[in-house]
């Protein structure tokens, strides 16, 4: 039997190794890539002004991990507490226009700056429980203003809370109305706020939050207001003697995104979104509620002297802000009745 001839040399053959093994070695490299593209796990950055114990803190880790845990960690998203990516509110809420933030937990005080409609939350004693809050922002006038925010370019993703806002001061007790005559109060930049302190006879001057404890320290400023929780997670104690369990504005906060980063969502991955930022504002408003008995104690034991005060007093001093702004927003009459209605 006669031997066939090989058609091939060995530099033949030679050469076809060569290639078989660069087509082996660019193969490898494009499943390498292939499979890092589709593990990589993309990250969101979710800013907060609040110490990392504070419970806007504790509600954006637990936004983090519903995430996480739904999307089965193809998803981060990354809590950066303290002010770590913007000093104050209205610079985190900017960086959710321009892109620079992805996600930020704030008070609505500052969003009037952006959507003046908001406003209307921040008028004086207009919450008198925290079932009213909630029958109120999870339902349609929640709903409502979070369309409004959309056009400021945020998106707005649930309803947590600051809570119900008290005054601290270092001069004197405020029982009544008249005891803020004279007395320096810092406010968030706000229209409404700065008229209702104005209102007591106190001067109000906006601050970002970043810089209030030191101007409190070094007697800028005598006073403040804010919620229990704040006082308590950033030691103000230790630069006020007095609080005044005045709860004269209710503080929502917000669970929020750039407009533009969410619309650039999956579906899918948007209603993971939505449906993890419900369920942790619920969680982040229940650790704020059942921590002020326990955190009113302690202040009280670190030596402030927390009293409590006849509300309708208060209520009456400051019903002419109401005049104000309702002049100015004749559509917030409709608002309010209907906030009022779910008392």
Request: hydrophobic share 40%; glycine share 8%; with cysteine.
């Amino acid at each position: 039997m006669t031997r066939k001839r090989s058609i091939h040399t060995k530099e033949d053959r030679e050469q076809m190794n060569r290639l078989n093994r660069l087509f082996l070695f660019f193969a490898a490299i494009i499943a390498f890539c292939q499979a890092d593209f589709v593990h990589a796990s993309p990250t969101f950055k979710l800013a907060t002004v609040t110490p990392p114990h504070h419970a806007y803190n504790q509600g954006a880790r637990e936004f983090a991990r519903l995430v996480h845990e739904r999307t089965r960690g193809e998803v981060v998203v990354k809590v950066y507490p303290g002010g770590q990516l913007g000093k104050g509110e209205r610079e985190l809420l900017e960086g959710l226009q321009v892109g620079t933030i992805d996600m930020a937990i704030t008070s609505t005080g500052p969003v009037s700056n952006f959507t003046p409609d908001f406003a209307v939350l921040d008028l004086p004693f207009l919450f008198v429980s925290n079932a009213h809050v909630d029958r109120v922002l999870d339902g349609d006038v929640g709903r409502e203003l979070f369309e409004k925010l959309e056009c400021s370019g945020i998106k707005g993703l649930a309803f947590m809370e600051n809570g119900f806002r008290n005054f601290t001061n270092s001069v004197r007790p405020l029982v009544q109305p008249g005891d803020f005559k004279g007395l320096k109060f810092r406010t968030m930049e706000n229209p409404v706020h700065l008229a209702s302190v104005r209102q007591l006879g106190a001067k109000a001057i906006p601050m970002s939050w970043g810089e209030v404890y030191t101007a409190l320290q070094t007697g800028v400023i005598d006073g403040q207001e804010n919620p229990v929780a704040i006082v308590h997670s950033t030691k103000l104690n230790e630069v006020q003697k007095f609080l005044t369990l005045s709860g004269h504005f209710y503080s929502p906060a917000m669970l929020t995104m750039g407009r533009k980063k969410f619309q650039a969502l999956a579906p899918d991955l948007k209603r993971v979104f939505t449906e993890a930022a419900a369920a942790a504002a619920v969680f982040e408003r229940t650790a704020i509620r059942e921590n002020e008995a326990r955190q009113l104690e302690e202040l009280e034991d670190w030596g402030m002297d927390v009293r409590g005060v006849d509300k309708d007093v208060f209520v009456q001093a400051m019903k002419p802000v109401y005049d104000e702004f309702v002049g100015a927003h004749p559509h917030w009459k409709s608002v309010i009745e209907r906030i009022l209605a779910q008392k």
